[in-house]
């Protein structure tokens, strides 16, 4: 990857939805119904909604495992619909809930299937699964040649993904991907996803109906409601802030406004100038780093009982000492509360 | 093989022969070449014409019906309807139109393996998860990719399950066929069934229940060689 800043991914695409309807043969009524919104190439757009609101349909209308009935989908300005369907598939990356693996095939074979069929040669082949598994944290060397239920659920998903950008496709489909997870699993293999993300920037459509998952891995978030119906498309912040009826402010929580403080961490209050310096009455708070959210700092209050924290430096990966970094002042309950709301 | 006397000719009887013993390992030995073996390669090669011809007929019907999914019950009936007909009956029904021939038996022994192997491929093919289908047809394989790569593959334990079965059971119906064509273990063993004397009645037996055996041991070990993947499974 040649560096390549957010504005200008690389390769990367924007898809659009216009006025796109699906209705199921023999079905009354659409399974989504008119929907429109652009996903920025090398964002991440997250579908939520409750279950049957048309997410995966949506999802899988755009590599036409299901046909659209009305409107077009266009990737990079070119419409899936002049496309050879299965040509079209081999670039766009999909990555499903129980992975779809292939269990017959190795770790390697696996995440080979896409550039064998395009007729990849043995080396390159070889170069690239090498190059795929490193990405995700498998070396090939340790598991390339094991089979699927050799892995552990989160190391199936990271192979999944692995596999899905094997031919480097500019976009990718992922449909609840880690849905069943454990929580401690999932929390990493996002966190995983979201750094890989910041390297790649493909294009994402992310199916989820973790309001939770949704406000961290999203650039943008699209909210179904019932009949397929788009309830609202939005950044996380502008959602949680302005929910545009009482459907999606009932589906985003009533937790909404501790939601945004996950949005920003204390780095960000240090940037904006919003810290205070720390005086020497300031050593029996507790204590964070810089790179926890806002509601941690929150919570961290609320728990012991205090009306600030100190933030420190995040504790560098190189100095390899458990100690905490150098304070950077104090965050008040009064700076949060101004930040979550701005 | 039709030069064959229907009363085996004993040459000069050995003491065991002489005795009339039950088995006579000696007399066995001597015959090995002129009749056991023919017989055995014959029994082989009835069996293996069936079943590979009747395996290849079953995949394709069974890959038919799995994508429509309308054609199962029927296919299914009529191989089932074939399967209840006694094998000497469905020999009777046929010897009119084929006459006494091989192709009377390979026909009869196809109709019959029909129903185990394509009950056995169609619910192989229906097991195959999902999941992976829906990945494989979301990364662009071609239905054919997908048929050949993915789907067969997976059913390979199904496959092998009902070629076991089926090519038991043809070893058994192929002894049978003697009483249409002169060929196979059970040619020996129609003859022999007229004379007192009960070495060739109970070696070709035998040499009908090794085959079934050893047939089965090698589909076992085809089986095990094509699924790697299994193993790993059960040991995980
Ligand atoms: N192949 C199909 N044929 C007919 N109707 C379908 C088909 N697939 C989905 N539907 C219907 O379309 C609607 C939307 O289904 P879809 O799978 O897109 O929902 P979803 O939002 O992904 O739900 P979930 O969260 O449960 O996965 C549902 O009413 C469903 O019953
Ligand atoms: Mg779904």
Redesign the interface.
Same mark, same amino acid.
């Given at each position: 990857m040649t560096q390549a800043g957010p504005e200008t991914p690389a390769g990367a695409q924007d898809i659009v939805f216009d006025h796109v309807v699906k209705t199921y043969p023999n079905a009354t009524v659409p399974a989504v119904d008119d929907l429109s919104l652009t996903v920025p190439a090398g964002e991440i757009c997250v579908l939520l909604g409750p279950s049957g609101s048309g997410k995966t349909t949506a999802l899988m209308m755009v590599n036409r495992l299901a046909e659209i009935t009305g409107g077009d989908i266009r990737i990079g300005g070119r419409s899936i619909l002049d496309l050879d369907p299965i040509r079209l598939r081999r670039s766009i990356g999909y990555v499903i809930q129980q992975t779809g693996l292939f269990p017959h095939l190795t770790i390697a074979e696996n995440v080979a299937t896409v550039p064998k069929v395009l007729g990849w040669d043995k080396k390159r082949l070889r170069e690239r699964v090498g190059e795929l598994l490193e990405l995700v944290g498998l070396p090939a060397g340790e598991y390339g040649r094991r089979y699927p239920a050799q892995l552990s659920g989160g190391q199936r998903q990271r192979v999944g993904i692995a596999r899905a950008l094997a031919a480097d496709p500019p976009v990718m489909l992922m449909d609840e991907p880690f849905g069943a997870l454990d929580p401690i699993t999932r929390e990493h293999v996002q966190d995983e996803f979201l750094a890989l993300h910041a390297r790649i920037r493909k294009t994402v459509i992310f199916v989820s109906h973790d309001i939770d998952e949704a406000v961290k891995m999203g650039d943008r978030i699209a909210i179904f409601r019932e009949g397929g119906k788009l309830a609202q498309y939005d950044t996380p912040r502008t959602l949680l802030k302005e929910p545009a009826d009482a459907f999606v402010a009932r589906f985003v929580g009533a937790d909404r406004g501790l939601k945004r403080l996950t949005l920003t961490r204390l780095a960000d209050l240090a940037d904006a100038g919003a810290l205070t310096p720390a005086r020497d009455a300031d050593a029996a708070l507790p204590q964070l780093a810089a790179d926890a959210s806002l509601r941690s700092a929150l919570s961290l209050m609320v728990a012991e009982g205090t009306d600030a924290v100190r933030v420190t430096e995040p504790r560098g990966p190189a100095d390899g000492s458990d100690g905490t970094g150098p304070v950077l002042g104090v965050a008040s309950l009064d700076a949060v509360r101004k930040a979550g709301a701005a | 093989m039709s030069a064959q006397p229907v009363i085996p000719d004993y040459g000069d009887p050995s003491a065991c022969v002489a005795r009339d013993a039950t088995f006579c390992t000696d007399w066995f030995g001597d015959h090995w070449w002129n009749l056991f073996w023919p017989a055995l390669v014959q029994h082989l090669e009835l069996t293996l014409i069936a079943v590979v011809a009747g395996f290849v007929l079953a995949v394709v019907a069974a890959v038919l019906c799995h994508h429509k999914s309308w054609l199962a019950a029927p296919v299914s009936g009529v191989t089932s309807f074939l399967y209840t007909v006694p094998p000497l009956a469905l020999f009777q029904l046929l010897v009119p139109v084929t006459g006494f021939s091989v192709l009377t038996v390979e026909t009869a022994l196809v109709l019959y393996s029909l129903y185990l192997l394509f009950t056995t491929i169609l619910t192989g093919l229906r097991e195959v /998860?999902e999941? *992976?289908v !829906? *990945?494989? !047809?979301?990364?662009?394989? %071609?239905r054919w990719?997908i048929l050949t790569k993915?789907e067969l593959?997976?059913a390979?334990p199904s496959l092998i399950s009902g070629l076991r079965v089926t090519t038991v059971m043809t070893i058994g119906i192929v002894a049978i066929a003697a009483y249409v064509v002169d060929q196979g273990l059970g040619s020996l063993i129609l003859k022999a069934l007229q004379s007192p004397f009960n070495t060739q009645f109970i070696g070709a037996g035998a040499l009908a229940v090794a085959l079934a055996l050893a047939a089965d041991g090698v589909l076992v070990l085809a089986g095990r060689l094509l %699924? /790697?993947?299994a193993r790993? !499974?059960r040991a *995980?």
């Open positions: - | /998860p999941d *992976a !829906r *990945a494989a !047809r979301g990364m662009g394989l %071609t990719q993915v593959r997976l390979v %699924t /790697p993947w790993t !499974r *995980a």
